[in-house]
């Protein structure tokens, strides 16, 4: 199903020509309800809702497991539709062509030592296919077009889980996703599972519901280094090594507590990648290395 980073009152054209639907129903299960915003407009058509890309929703996961290629390096697993770079194990690339919303395409887990205790790393290359602000601004539409890299998930997956690369957002573990404003200038976060809420260090909650406006943003420049962190059950994200903002999950009778710690089992560092030109360099560290 296709996950919703936000309702934007400010819409790109190019996410339009895309047939951007931003009142489906972000895969919460939520009933459909039309919006000002689209309703009646022939512009905006339906979300897709099942994966284009592939017709993989009437095959076993046993058969997508089985193609799996093997990682190297910090690898753990990787799915059939991520690129690891054959000169730089760190590199990983998806094709695609959704910028507006989160569709599923590939995943990645890793390796790391304290499997309770790490940091994940991700920083998105591609040059001129890379900007953000100003400079993305400054591009001729038809450069804005061909830009990269605009939505990703970075998180948590259970150690016991095998990541499918199109249904494991909310089966697999605990993500934050990652979506750009049109404009590139800020990363909307919210968590997925949205059954949840981000708690910032001072307290401030936000809203992990797709479709409403009050989510975090973190500003979004080149070279940016995107920083997750699992400690104590806790999974947070990172600016310039700082903690800025945590996941609270409802997870009932499941072993999570009134201060939002995770089910006490091992996890290990994961990306979920989405149908969307994707090009990022992933590193995993342990927290008493850092």
């Known amino acids: 199903q296709a996950i919703w980073a936000s309702v934007l009152p400010e819409i790109c054209p190019d996410q339009i020509d895309m047939n951007t639907d931003v009142s489906g129903d972000g895969g919460t299960g939520a009933p459909f309800e039309p919006s000002e ?25 046993e058969d997508l497991l089985d193609r799996a290629p093997v ?25 695609g062509k959704d910028k507006s919303w989160f569709l599923q395409k590939g995943a990645v887990t890793f390796k ?27 591009l001729s539409r ?30 697999t573990g605990f993500y ?24 910032d260090t001072n307290g401030k909650l936000y809203t992990c519901n797709p479709q409403d406006a009050n989510q975090f943003e973190l500003p979004a420049y080149e070279g940016q280094s995107l920083t997750v962190e699992y400690h104590n059950r806790e999974l947070w994200v990172l600016e310039n090594g700082s903690r800025v903002v945590r996941g609270h999950w409802a997870i009932p009778n499941d072993g999570a507590g009134a201060a939002g710690a995770l089910p006490d089992e091992q996890y290990v560092p994961a990306i979920l990648t989405s149908n969307c030109p994707t090009h990022c360099n992933v590193r995993v560290s342990n927290l008493s290395a850092t």
């Not at 991700?122 to 602000?133: D, E, L, Q, R």
Request: proline share 2%; hydrophobic share 35%.
């Open 37 to 61: 915003l689209t309703s009646g407009d022939p512009r905006f058509g339906q979300a897709p809702m099942m994966q284009e890309w592939a017709d993989v929703l009437d095959v076993e996961d």
């Open 71 to 95: 990682g190297r390096g910090q690898v753990l697993q990787i799915t059939a539709e991520v690129e690891q770079d054959e000169n730089d194990d760190t590199s990983f690339k998806v094709d």
């Open 112 to 138: 790391c030592d304290e499997y309770n205790s790490f940091s994940i790393h991700v920083t998105f290359c591609g040059g001129k296919t890379n900007k953000f602000g100003d400079d993305y601004a400054e």
């Open 142 to 171: 038809a450069e804005q077009h061909a830009t990269m890299n605009w939505l990703i998930m970075i998180g948590i997956a259970a150690r016991s889980k095998q990541l499918t690369g199109y249904k494991d957002c909310k089966s």
């Open 176 to 199: 934050f996703l990652f979506h750009l404003n049109y404009r590139r200038t800020h990363w909307r976060i919210i968590g997925c599972p949205h059954n949840s809420e981000l708690e």
